[in-house]
């Protein structure tokens, strides 16, 4: 009898320990996706009170010929802040403590509501909230295959990475040439890119969970996870507006 305990006792022990990161790793991506989804709030409250009360000024100016809104000065800094944000949010984080990290992950969201407002400005309402939507749907089916699929997608990562050095070299030189064609293929390409980015950092959010981390390294991980899923969405609303928003 007591060979058949100590038999049986390690195939429990492992099924508790199997169950105890189960539990863990859902409370893990449930914290990173509430954070996300926090930053899509305060950016999306950030960018109605900008495009709608007198702070618009401060960023947008019109042009009296055209009647195209165009960066002001403050305008161009806050469209180019947010990736100082990311930069300094990435390099430091490690020496940050969690409410630090926290706080400038909020400052992030909020400052991004500049680069959102831009867009409220150019597009109908309508098409801004039918893009909203067809993102939201494509982001939450990429994201939930990510997570369950056991195909490793690291190849995938590293081509795609690629994409984005190209959509980013391409969108610096459009800035220029203000070529439609290449906002055309830049956007096309980005959709692809930022659908397939949306599976990729949501395998290596949930494969970055280790059990036996505090909470305070838990809930780093868990900011810069939602960093990732944020930037991936924002990015993916942005080159479906280019494609699908009907310009005012």
């Given at each position: 009898m007591a060979e058949f305990d100590n038999r049986v006792q390690p195939r429990v022990g492992a099924a508790a320990t199997t169950a105890a990161i189960d539990v863990g790793l859902r409370a893990y991506m449930l914290r990173v996706y509430n954070y996300m989804l926090a930053a899509l709030?305060?950016?999306?409250?950030s960018a109605w009170v900008i495009a709608n009360t007198s702070l618009s000024s401060l960023?947008?100016?019109?042009?009296?010929v055209t009647h195209a809104?165009?960066?002001?000065?403050?305008?161009?800094v806050g469209i180019f802040a947010p990736l100082a944000f990311v930069i300094f949010l990435s390099v430091r984080i490690q020496k940050m403590s969690l409410a630090t990290a926290q706080i400038t992950f909020w400052?992030?969201?909020?400052?991004?509501?500049?680069?959102?407002?831009?867009?409220?400005?150019a597009f109908t309402g309508e098409s801004v909230a039918r893009v909203f939507f067809i993102t939201a749907a494509t982001f939450g089916a990429m994201s939930l295959w990510g997570y369950t699929t056991k195909a490793d997608l690291s190849g995938v990562g590293s081509f795609l990475f690629m994409g984005l050095i190209g959509i980013i070299i391409a969108s610096v030189v459009n800035l220029f040439i203000h070529s439609t064609m290449v906002q055309w293929v830049?956007?096309?390409?980005?959709?692809?890119?930022?659908?397939?980015?949306?599976?990729?950092?949501?395998?290596?959010?949930?494969?970055?969970?280790?059990?036996?981390?505090?909470?305070?390294v838990a809930g780093k991980k868990a900011v810069m996870g939602a960093l990732r899923l944020y930037l991936d969405f924002i990015?993916?609303?942005?080159?479906?507006?280019?494609?699908?928003?009907n310009r005012r």
């Open positions: 709030a305060l950016t999306g409250t960023f947008f100016a019109m042009d009296p809104y165009g960066l002001t000065v403050f305008g161009m400052i992030y969201s909020a400052v991004m509501g500049i680069s959102i407002a831009s867009i409220l400005f830049v956007s096309v390409i980005g959709v692809i890119v930022f659908v397939g980015l949306t599976a990729y950092d949501t395998q290596k959010i949930k494969e970055s969970y280790y059990v036996g981390d505090d909470s305070t990015n993916l609303f942005i080159m479906l507006m280019q494609l699908l928003g």
